[in-house]
């Protein structure tokens, strides 16, 4: 089951209506059991704290979605070339 929401998420990210990928991600975020919403408050949360202090630590936005993209999002196949 959390295999559908992960290709939910991908197919919402693919939306090209800026507005209605907003919108449908949120639904899926609201949509998710509570221990994995917590979850990825916290990450994000961590993630927003790091971003705050980019002109210390070298790290925005950008550096962070190189550093954990390959990680939290994967290819279909898996392929670490595609990533």
């Known amino acids: 089951i959390l295999s559908d ?8 990210n693919r939306i090209e209506d800026a507005s209605e990928r907003m919108r449908t991600l949120r639904k899926l975020i609201r949509d998710l059991p509570g221990h994995y919403y917590e979850t990825l408050k916290f990450l994000v949360g961590h993630l927003k704290t790091i971003a705050d202090h980019s002109e210390k630590n070298k790290m925005e936005p950008r550096n962070l979605a190189l550093v954990f993209g390959p990680t939290l999002v994967r290819t279909s196949e898996d392929n670490m070339t595609d990533m």
């Open 5 to 12: 929401k992960y290709n939910d998420f991908i197919e919402a």
